[in-house]
């Protein structure tokens, strides 16, 4: 009886009953319906299976001719559900068996509007109590199984129900309400988070949770962040007990970056970050959402930021959200970690580098402080163990003097609503010095670099899940760099003053969607003065050699400038099921340039300035498909806009008029879960750049028009990650790139290579910990950047020296570049938890001499190559508490 009441339910009772037609010629009166037709018989359809294991539900409308025997004559379809859907109502339909309609009450032919609905239905047969939630719980980086982790649901006005996981990581609750519920996660060794979840009638919700054991030293009472949204398609995140073991890092966490996929190798004595084929100047660093010049101290032998401060490194080479801009390459954002909630802590550590110190302490339960510091002697002691035949390491890559410090408070207002102020500083001083016989071929270059960075973060979870954070910033950058590659020297001196706000706000709008809402200012007011050749130091696509001495021309020029940028953005991530998730989003950058000076400096005529707004849309998509529980897909499309540089904003050396440059970034990565730890990672990327700045073709361009934005240019490539997490003492990756970044100048003109084009990189990296001893190997090689060939010389008398004449650009390299690394550190454990780590990590253990540069004789008659540093051993103790 329950199978034909289900039945009877499904037709249409009071359809659209129509009589058959009468023959052509006939003028039968319209009869009356006496008695409807009843189906007798009803034939259950094949599901299609697809779409029974997709849980896909449909309806089909069907016109059913019912002859006057109650057989089903024929059967159209008026309402299409797809063809699967189709063919098999009207196969089943075809089969049904009615009592014949009585017209005038005799039997007759009719017709019916009949919906067929394909429902997928889940019978639960009540027994009892029934397990209506329930799931496991792993550690979120070692994916082990976590026992007697609580699980609470918190809902409103309502007594909290609890549950602890068992020695399988497993938790349970009986016959919970249907509806949504706060789901609370939390242990003495965990982060607390808080999630939701959703029961329907008729079914049982099995899930799986990632947890995040907490920094030693931090109780649950601190301020639990709001769990990160992942939008970018594309990125690395590296957590720093990792970070601190990869081999020639020196135990610096930020350093991992320069191992990461899409990563240039740096020349050394740079530290640039080049990485898919961007300037380094177009990839952007950014603190807790505050912006920093510069990521490593000049030669790229420590980070700028002591890494005891740093939680995680998320390297993002393109394609990333909406909320960060400003730069028309890749993003790197560090997170700092918090202070200890308990105690004082602290570590001292001193090696062949430099030496460094922190110390951190919880003044009371709400106000805890740190102070850090590192200082600097690698130039004393590259001097007495790097020489090589006439070349001296220390005379052509740069060895700095350098130092850092930093400063956090932290105060708890109340539970998940926090304060926090920091200041980080950093300097470096460099001397480069290139000897020579005659004292007028003596070449020399000095830099002098600072930047402070001060500001205060303001963060509130709220009850609803919902998130706030406000960063107001204030910082000051100077920087100067004398080069006396000849009679004429080259000078640049600038101070920058910067101010800034961002503030964001997270929260779920509904259930299958989380809204990110913000805005970003940031402000840059800069005094700039310059002297020397017009094309001295060189720019990107400028064709030179190193030490070339430059032209007779002298210019000067003092100027300053204001560039502001206000960047309101909105994205959205849409979870459309447990497949795809969507995140569109669109940020506007309005951009103030103003400038003192339109005009080279007359002493006739008063200055005259200018100032005057761009405005960009930058839209963004991220789409993520998990095509298989260890498969998943991710495509990216965006727009990126960047100011120009306030140095190229010279009457003299610059032009005033310069606008903004353009990058449409484009990717798509896959993503594969081998193991609970292992994983691989293939992208592939397109970026078109556009308006970029480039030097005036002409020889003698027209006032303020040195600088011009016709060149454009393109990087593509693919690079490939296999990655193994921290698992039984090992882990390690191997990553491979390849990347083409090409220019053209100008309109009409050749493609050409860019100047920091590095077409392959490979780098290999794993450490192991055997009873508290561990082993580690970094291997790297990559191709040479592109150079200009010199193919004759000519002699100047004017400034008595030799001028080369150049090839076609760019079109030889400096050899390739490899290197081994080897790291053994062993650390001792003494009682009230004092350790003492020591290492000994070893660059270059081949001791190759690698090309760093292409270098010629007086009259370019000789080619040779300045080489990097030999076998440098880093021997090295830290004691930490």
Known sequence: MQRLALIL???????????????????????????????????????????KAANVEATVT???????????????????????????????????????????????????????????????VKLGPQVNFEGTIRERFTKRLMRGVKVTIRDPGVEPREALTDETGRFEFIDLPLGRHVVELSAPTLVTVKTEETLVKDQKKTVKYFVEEKQEGIDEERVTRAPRIKKESVETTIRTEEARRVPGTQGDTLKVVQNLPGVARASAGSGALVVWGAAPR???????????????????????????????????????????????GGLVKVETRGLPQKGVHGYAQVDVLDASAMITAALTPKLRIGVAGRYSYLDQVVKGITKSGNTDATEFIPIPRYYDYQAQISYTLRKDEELEAFLLASNDKLQRNVPSSDPSNVKTETTDQTFYRAFVRYSKLNPDGSSLVVTPSFGWDNNSQVQRFGLI???????????????????????????????????????????????????EGDIFVFGQPPGDDVNADKWSTHIVDVAPYAFVEFNLGKRFTITPGLRFDGFYLEGSRVLPQNADLPAIGFSRFAYAFNPRLQITWRAHKRVTLNAAVGLYHQAPDPEDLSAVFGNPTLGLSRALHTSLAMDVKITGTLSAQVVGFYKQLDDLIIRNVLPTPPIA???????????????????????????????????????????GEAWRLFDFDQTHSLTLVASYEYKGWIFGTRLRWSTGYPRTPVVDAYYD?????????????????IPDFVQLDLRVDKTITFRRGVTLNLYLDVQNVTARSNPEEIVYNYDFTKKGYITGLPILAVIGAKVQW
């Open 9 to 51: 339910s499904l037709l249409v009772l009071a359809p659209a009953v129509a009589l058959a037609q009468p023959q052509e010629g006939e003028a039968a009166p319209a009869p009356t319906i006496t008695k409807p037709p009843v189906l007798v018989k009803f034939v259950e359809a094949e599901y299609p299976p697809d779409k």
């Open 62 to 124: 069907l016109s059913i001719d019912i002859g006057a025997d109650g057989k089903v004559a024929d059967v159209q379809v008026t309402g299409t559900a797809g063809p699967d859907f189709d063919a098999a109502a009207v196969a089943a339909s075809k089969q049904f068996v009615f009592t014949p309609a009585e017209l005038d009450g005799k039997p007759g032919p009719v017709r019916i509007t009949y919906r067929y609905a394909f429902k997928i239905r889940t019978e639960i």
């Open 282 to 328: 177009e990839t952007k660093v950014n603190i807790d959402g505050v912006e920093i010049p510069n990521l490593y101290h000049v030669g790229g032998f420590r980070s700028t930021v002591n890494g005891e401060l740093v939680k995680s490194i998320e390297l993002v080479p393109g394609g990333y959200g909406a909320d960060y801009g400003r730069g028309i």
């Open 489 to 539: 020297p080259a000078r640049l001196d600038s101070t920058a003053y910067r101010y800034g706000l961002r503030a964001s706000y997270r929260r779920r709008v509904a259930r299958f969607a989380v809204l990110s809402a913000g805005i970003a200012l940031l402000g840059q007011w800069q005094d700039t003065s310059r002297f020397g050749s017009i094309n001295r130091p060189p720019r």
């Open 705 to 747: 028009q040195a600088l011009t934005q016709d060149a454009v240019g393109r990087s593509y490539g693919a690079q490939v990650l296999l990655r193994q997490e921290l698992w039984k003492g090992f882990f390690g990756w191997i990553t491979y790139t390849f990347q083409r970044s090409e220019r053209r100048n100008h309109p």
């Open 797 to 813: 008398p004017r400034g008595d020296q030799y001028q080369p004449y150049f090839g076609k650009q760019n079109t030889i390299r």
